[in-house]
């Protein structure tokens, strides 16, 4: 088991910055790959960003690539989304994932553990 917690969220103008960070407890941190998702309202959940701890792989989706960077503290087991130049489409409500093995995948079903979800909301 392991358990997450998201914060960082807020309110930003377009061209803003802002950083998320995911606290991981419980199981073995290193055993997972970790994932940002984001959904927005009427929207399916969409994968942001994947890191595997262990090896340090990162991969992006479109979205986020050249803006968005997936980092971790292993000893704080704690893994960082850093969001730059945001846009209105960008506003979102952001979870962080984690998924047993270690595979760069965004896709929501392959992620057993979820975070509450923090808010992003990015004005024009």
């Known amino acids: 088991q392991v358990q997450l917690v998201e914060s960082g969220g807020g309110s930003v103008q377009a061209g803003g910055s802002l950083r998320l960070s995911c606290a991981a407890s419980?199981?073995?941190?290193?055993?997972?790959?970790m994932g940002w998702f984001r959904q927005a309202p009427g929207k399916e959940r969409e994968g942001v960003a994947v890191i595997i701890p262990s090896l340090g792989n990162t991969y992006y989706a479109d979205s986020g690539q050249g803006r968005f960077t997936i980092s971790q503290d292993h000893a704080k087991k704690t893994v960082y989304l850093q969001m730059n130049s945001l846009k209105p489409e960008d506003t979102a409500m952001y979870y962080c994932?984690?998924?047993?093995?270690?595979?760069?995948?965004?896709?929501?079903?392959?992620?057993?553990?979820w975070g509450q979800g923090t808010q992003v909301t990015v004005s024009s």
């Open positions: 419980g199981d073995t941190y290193s055993g997972y790959s």
């Open positions: 994932a984690a998924s047993p093995g270690a595979r760069l995948s965004l896709r929501a079903y392959d992620y057993n553990y």
